[in-house]
């Protein structure tokens, strides 16, 4: 047929079959032209909805939806996390799309019915846990979005939803109807004129889609939030701060600056805190995924509120006072302040300052200054983790401290809160009581060994010497800067000032002296133990016997002698074995010492410094370390300290979260830093006079 319609080259086609032909060209044109808009039509509407999608996704983001509807480890948005609530335990539902037991059945309708006023799509009322009354602010655009990112955009998953676990009466649903009746505003966000855009944005964001209130805004006798935006009479409680699930959700108004906010909310952590308890969540999961835009946004929001009820008022646009890093005055003369330099120096220094982008500062940390000491509990009896986050991505621990007793946790609380919590009152032991009777914590060490409480020595009759020695241990470079050549103190070995199991503590060892030293070759006593210390760890000069320091060091370690006798066996005692089977691989172990030593010990082995020039965490190889001489500087001395005792923070072990690494990677790192250049030690020549010299001695 076609081929009629089409002239032999050269040769005009009769008029009517012209005709027709031109009609159909024209007519096969426009099909091709209407096809071809047809598909541009198909392809921008695809785009527009793979944009609606992602538009969607972001906005989960925003409300933070895995958090409350996935289970560790469980399936993205699948549900069954259980949320405590004071009237029971509820389980959160499956809200992938698959029909039978997710949303999958649900309209676009059903589901801003369910988001705006708690009504689920067969009709039964949802608990305020699920937050409704904020996300009734969001926009119909948001909305939309979102339900075509739930439904489009994840897989569905079959999992069947857990029933709630609610007391009577309260697993009576009809009375939320008249809950809703008294408390739930289904107005969408109203932007104020008199407000930029930013602020608006930030606005939004925090009362709607963020729902911040949630957590952080008091609750009346019904469990509502007292106000759901700054506005109006009670405007003043939003944000300002309530205790939940025994963690203290801190007021948020005009708390830093717009810049320190936008930092913790991305990184997890800024200059006064770090992320703990459920907000470690909400930044891993939710607000370090923000756009800077609207970090920005939502920062400038909280930081135009003004003191809430429970804060301390200040004049309008004033800066709150920052509580400067110190060294309290109590620190070595109570008990609050001994047992703080024992269990919490390490990390938060002896000033309260923790250390840079690694361990929290105390000084001006709201959840110090807090009336409310909840969180500070919470965390000792618990313990916690920072928030992986792009920013931070290397997650460090703070081991449960449970198997202190109630009177030692409110001691060293108080003390806290005395030397850096802006006039934050005590911390009564009755409260840690109540506080360990809900939340049960657990400890799993079936270690033997008797940890020294240093807080036990000011009951002694020589407990200035005994604190003196302690010191000496603590701060040897300062207070002994003529016999210490290196950057090292005491306990860079002997961690806690010698009271850690496998981190070579004082307990018992006086009772073993006089003793026989391989390394001199003959008997020595404890001050000739000491003196090698000094001349090898410390790459200094040996301390006089009869001096003070001398004998307030012994008195110490006496004192950490307790019942030993010499033929006792301590457990805990040195830094354990290593397999010295194991074949060490320095290029493996130079790996090992960049991914999980360097933060601490500087890239290049220098160690750390504050930002006042001070060292915090010793070199490990240089001028400023231990010379060859020093235990450490052999590769399986080194590897079994390194097995139990680095890094710190890796995990929730007492009371360092020490240790971790296998025992092939301690030998690695062991032979990687040990073999480093580091100052030579002249009497090497005098060492191993008798005995076999071990295989990996530096000389």
């Known amino acids: 047929m076609f081929k009629r319609l089409i002239p032999a080259e050269g040769k005009r086609p009769a008029s009517s079959a012209g005709r027709r032909g031109k009609a159909l060209r024209q007519g096969l044109g426009a099909i091709l032209l209407f096809g071809s808009a047809l598909l541009g039509m198909i392809g921008q509407a695809v785009a527009s909805s793979d944009a609606q999608v992602e538009r969607g996704r972001y906005l989960a983001r925003l409300g933070d939806c895995v958090a409350c509807h996935t289970t560790d480890k469980g399936t993205e948005m699948a549900g069954g996390r259980a949320l405590e609530t004071p009237f029971g335990k509820l389980y959160s539902t499956n809200i992938t799309p698959d029909r039978d037991t997710g949303i999958g059945n649900y309209s676009f309708e059903q589901f801003d019915r369910a988001m705006r006023?708690?009504?689920?799509?067969?009709?039964?009322?949802?608990?305020?846990?699920?937050?409704?009354?904020?996300?009734?602010?969001?926009?119909?655009?948001?909305?939309?979005?979102?339900?075509?990112?739930?439904?489009?955009?994840?897989?569905?998953?079959?999992?069947?939803?857990?029933?709630?676990?609610?007391?009577?009466?309260?697993?009576?649903?009809?009375?939320?109807?008249?809950?809703n009746w008294l408390f739930l505003d289904e107005t969408p966000f109203q932007p104020n004129a008199s407000k930029d855009?930013?602020?608006?944005?930030?606005?939004?964001?925090?009362?709607?889609?963020?729902?911040?209130?949630?957590?952080?805004?008091?609750?009346?006798?019904?469990?509502?939030?007292?106000?759901?935006?700054?506005?109006?009479?009670?405007?003043?409680?939003?944000?300002?701060?309530?205790?939940?699930?025994?963690?203290?959700?801190?007021?948020?108004?005009?708390?830093?600056?717009?810049?320190?906010?936008?930092?913790?909310?991305?990184?997890?952590?800024?200059?006064?805190?770090?992320?703990?308890?459920?907000?470690?969540?909400?930044?891993?999961?939710?607000?370090?995924?923000?756009?800077?835009?609207?970090?920005?946004?939502?920062?400038?929001?909280?930081?135009?509120?003004?003191?809430?009820?429970?804060?301390?008022?200040?004049?309008?646009?004033?800066?709150?006072?920052?509580v400067a890093a110190h060294v309290p005055d109590t620190l070595f003369t109570t008990r609050g302040g001994l047992g703080y330099i024992q269990f919490c120096g390490d990390c938060h220094r002896a000033d309260g300052g923790g250390v840079d982008k690694i361990f929290p500062t105390l000084a001006g940390n709201p959840t110090v200054m807090s009336k409310d000491a909840s969180t500070l509990i919470h965390i000792m009896l618990t313990g916690g983790q920072t928030a992986p986050t792009a920013t931070h991505p290397r997650v460090f621990a703070m081991p449960a401290f449970a198997r202190l007793s109630d009177d030692e946790l409110a001691e060293i609380l108080s003390f806290v809160r005395a030397s850096w919590g802006d006039g934050a009152p005590v911390v009564e032991k009755s409260l840690v009581t109540r506080m360990r009777a809900e939340l049960d914590p657990k400890t799993t060490?079936?270690?033997?060994?008797?940890?020294?409480?240093?807080?036990?020595?000011?009951?002694?009759?020589?407990?200035?010497?005994?604190?003196?020695?302690?010191?000496?241990?603590?701060?040897?470079?300062?207070?002994?800067?003529?016999?210490?050549?290196?950057?090292?103190?005491?306990?860079?070995?002997?961690?806690?000032?010698?009271?850690?199991?496998?981190?070579?503590?004082?307990?018992?060892?006086?009772?073993?002296?006089?003793?026989?030293?391989?390394?001199?070759?003959?008997?020595?006593?404890?001050?000739?133990?000491?003196?090698?210390?000094?001349?090898?760890?410390?790459n200094g000069k040996p301390l006089p016997k009869d001096s003070p320091e001398m004998k307030a060091m012994v008195a110490y370690f006496d004192w950490m002698k307790g019942e030993t006798k010499p033929e006792d066996k301590v457990p805990g005692r040195g830094v354990g074995k290593i397999d010295r089977s194991l074949k060490p691989d320095s290029e493996n172990g130079?790996?090992?010492?960049?991914?999980?030593?360097?933060?601490?010990?500087?890239?290049?082995?220098?160690?750390?410094?504050?930002?006042?020039?001070?060292m915090v965490y010793p070199p490990l190889w240089g001028d400023e370390s231990f010379n060859i001489g020093a235990g450490m500087a052999r590769t399986y001395t080194a590897a079994a300290f390194v097995k139990r005792n680095m890094p710190i923070g890796f995990h929730g072990k007492f009371p360092l979260g020490q240790g971790g690494l296998s025992d092939q990677e301690a030998v690695d790192v062991a032979e990687y830093f040990s073999h480093q250049p580091r100052p030579d030690f002249p009497e090497k020549v005098n060492d191993w006079p008798k005995d076999p010299k071990p295989a990996d001695a530096r000389y």
């Open 197 to 322: 855009e930013t602020w608006n944005r930030g606005a939004y964001l925090v009362q709607g889609l963020g729902h911040c209130g949630a957590c952080h805004t008091p609750r009346g006798l019904f469990f509502q939030e007292k106000a759901m935006s700054d506005a109006g009479a009670k405007g003043n409680y939003f944000l300002a701060g309530e205790t939940v699930e025994s963690w203290r959700a801190l007021s948020l108004r005009n708390l830093w600056t717009v810049e320190d906010t936008v930092l913790f909310l991305k990184s997890g952590r800024n200059r006064f805190a770090t992320a703990s308890g459920n907000m470690t969540e909400v930044i891993t999961h939710s607000t370090q995924h923000f756009k800077e835009s609207d970090l920005t946004a939502v920062a400038t929001y909280l930081k135009s509120l003004p003191p809430g009820p429970y804060d301390k008022p200040m004049p309008a646009g004033a800066a709150k006072p920052m």
């Open 590 to 614: 130079k790996k090992v010492y960049a991914e999980q030593c360097a933060i601490c010990h500087g890239e290049n082995g220098e160690g750390l410094r504050n930002a006042a020039g001070k």
């Open 117 to 179: 006023k708690g009504i689920a799509a067969d009709g039964h009322k949802l608990y305020p846990a699920m937050p409704y009354p904020s996300y009734a602010k969001m926009t119909g655009e948001d909305m939309q979005a979102l339900y075509a990112y739930l439904m489009r955009g994840l897989s569905p998953v079959k999992q069947a939803n857990k029933p709630d676990e609610m007391h009577w009466p309260f697993s009576m649903r009809w009375a939320l109807a008249i809950w």
């Open 445 to 538: 060490d079936s270690s033997k060994f008797e940890t020294p409480r240093l807080a036990d020595m000011l009951k002694a009759a020589n407990a200035d010497q005994l604190v003196r020695g302690m010191r000496l241990n603590l701060e040897t470079k300062d207070l002994l800067p003529g016999h210490v050549g290196d950057q090292l103190n005491c306990t860079s070995c002997h961690l806690n000032a010698g009271t850690v199991a496998d981190g070579s503590p004082y307990v018992g060892v006086s009772a073993f002296f006089p003793s026989y030293a391989p390394r001199a070759g003959r008997m020595i006593v404890l001050e000739d133990r000491i003196n090698g210390c000094f001349k090898r760890s410390m």
